[in-house]
Every structure is written in structure tokens, then in C-alpha cells.
């Protein structure tokens, strides 16, 4: 089943038309709340959760003792109730008190960074999906089959089935090439890495346009940056550039705020226009299809 990128319509919904619901902050814990709210209103995720796939064949309900609390089943719920309470404001106090499933490091009330938990909650949460996913294959393996919510044999469980990837993949997940040209031989060495976000400096540029140009712009290695060709076989001067192999569906990008060693702020406003447009930026060998399925990138 393909993601669904617009909103679908919600089941569960008591909440009147308005402003989304808004989180406290129980001490220090605006980073927490930061992300859960870009989470909610990521519309893939948000409709996939809606529609409790991920929980619906979670094992952890059966398995907590053994296992503990399972972090896509706390998302799921902390985004259902998000998006369904008629409320003004909630406490999301499950999820913190729990953080440590996502992020073992994390102390409660303590500052931590937005960013870096965003990083845990969608680590933990695709790993969750692949372990769901290797214990249906042992269940398949066995000859059980495998139980799910509905009874639909066809159903896919705890969002598997996107590709051979996770649900959390298919959303965030894509794909950048990283570029060296030898400026002496012409020999062109590519790199693709996978990606969930891309961080972007935001020091010396105003606007989100700016800094993802400057991201994407050719840079030449000399000088005491000299690059060691294959070809050549010696030191060279050569250009490297950055493009994108493969656009997510779901683009997170991070502002990077933080100035030098001793975590001063860069405050300033980074303007970005609603839509994105990453076409300039696609690496060329590319699927032509990526570069229209760029256009469905979201910033946040
Ligand atoms: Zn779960
Ligand atoms: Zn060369």
C-alpha cells in the first residue's frame, strides 16, 4: 500500500475545527514538544497512525513485561490523541516519563536537543519496524502464518511492505551523492549515502533557499585540501559536490543554531518560502520520476 501524502479523514476525531493542540511544557522539555508537533502534522505518518497500522500488529502489548514499552506504539498514541482530544492543551507526560525508550542518554527536565531526539524517536521507531518485520518472517517460515488486527491476509504489518524498507523509511528516508572530479583527469568518483534529514548551516545565510544552495554548491579541493586520484595516482586539485541520488517523500530539515563549543544560539529568522522546489539540486543520473516526486517535499 502506498503512503498516503495528504490528509485522509480522521476516524477518531472529537476535536473542532482550529488551532492544533497545543503541548505543555513540563520543565525544559520544549525539544520533546517541538518534535512531537512536526511529527503529528507530517501528514504520512499522522494517516498511518490514524489507522493504528503500526500498533495492530505490534507485539508489545502481549510482550511488555518481558520487552518494556514499545516507542512506535507511545508515538501512535501521543499522535491519535494529538489530533482527536477536544482540548486546548495536553500534557504529554506518557511520552516523557518514557523518554529513555527512545533516547537512553536523555535525563528528564534536563535541556536536551531537538534534532538529536528527533533522530532517536525515528531510529527507534524503524527499528521497531524491522524487528517486527524478521519475526513475521520467522512466523511465515514456520508455517503460523501471521495474525494481524483485520483478518486481511494482504494487510501489511507494523507498516512493512514499502519496497522491502519501513514505513519510517518510506516517509524520510532518502538518498544523497556525494561527487569528487578530478580537475587533472576527468575521473568522476561517486558516493550515495542514505539520509533521514539534511542539516544545513544557517551562519551566513538568511533564508532556507540560501543555505540549501549553499549545501548543494561545487566545492574545489586544493591547496592543502588536495584530493588522491585513482587515475592519476597522485594528489589533485578536484570538485566536490553534493546532489540528491533519491528525494525523500518527507524532507526534515535542520537549521543548525548552534554557534561554537560553547552552545551559543544563532537566533536569527531563516525565512522559507511553502514550497520547496529541489530540482536544481537532483543528482542527474537519477530517475527522472524523483525529480517529480521531489516536488511533494515538505520543510519543517
Ligand atoms: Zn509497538
Ligand atoms: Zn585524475
Known amino acids: 500500500m502506498a503512503l498516503q501524502m495528504t490528509w485522509q479523514p480522521n476516524p477518531h476525531r472529537k476535536r ?3 488551532p492544533p493542540l497545543g503541548l505543555k511544557n513540563l520543565g525544559n522539555t520544549c525539544y520533546l514538544n517541538s518534535v512531537l508537533q512536526c511529527l503529528t502534522y507530517t501528514p504520512p505518518l499522522a494517516n498511518f497512525c490514524l489507522k493504528f497500522r503500526h500498533s495492530i500488529s505490534c507485539d508489545s502489548a502481549a510482550e511488555r513485561e518481558k520487552r518494556g514499552e514499545c516507542p512506535f506504539c507511545l508515538l501512535e498514541k501521543r499522535i491519535v490523541r494529538s489530533l482527536s482530544i477536544d482540548q486546548p492543551l495536553d500534557t504529554p507526560s506518557r511520552i516523557n516519563s518514557c523518554i529513555k525508550i527512545f533516547a537512553e542518554s536523555f535525563k528528564l527536565g534536563r535541556q536536551e536537543d531537538a534534532h538529536e531526539f528527533l533522530r532517536y524517536v525515528i531510529d527507534a521507531c524503524h527499528n521497531t519496524c524491522l524487528r517486527l ?3 513475521q518472517k520467522c512466523r511465515v517460515s514456520n508455517g503460523g502464518g501471521v495474525a ?3 483478518g486481511s491476509a494482504n494487510s ?3 507498516g512493512e511492505g514499502f519496497g522491502g524498507g519501513t514505513v519510517v523509511k518510506e516517509i524520510f528516508g532518502g538518498a544523497l551523492q556525494s561527487q569528487v572530479k578530478c580537475l587533472l583527469c576527468g575521473l568522476e568518483s561517486n558516493k550515495v549515502d542514505e539520509i533521514m ?7 551566513h545565510s538568511d533564508s532556507l533557499k540560501d543555505a540549501l544552495q549553499k549545501f548543494f554548491q561545487a566545492e574545489v579541493l586544493d591547496g592543502n585540501n588536495k584530493y588522491k586520484c585513482d ?3 597522485k594528489l589533485v586539485a578536484a570538485r566536490k559536490q553534493m546532489s540528491i541520488f533519491q528525494a525523500p517523500n518527507v524532507l526534515v530539515i535542520q537549521l543548525k ?3 561554537g563549543i560553547f552552545g551559543g544560539k544563532i537566533d536569527k529568522l531563516v525565512a522559507f518560502e511553502e514550497l520547496l522546489v529541489l530540482s536544481s539540486y537532483m543528482c542527474k543520473a537519477s ?3 524523483e525529480a517529480l516526486r521531489n516536488r511533494n517535499s515538505y520543510a519543517y
Open 16 to 18: 473542532k475545527p482550529g
Open 133 to 135: 518485520k524478521k519475526l
Open 148 to 150: 494481524n488486527g483485520n
Open 156 to 158: 501489511h504489518s507494523a
Open 197 to 203: 534529514d539534511i542539516s544545513l548551516d544557517v551562519l
Open 231 to 233: 587515475n592519476c595516482k
Open 257 to 259: 543554531r548552534f554557534e
Open 287 to 289: 530517475q527522472p520520476e
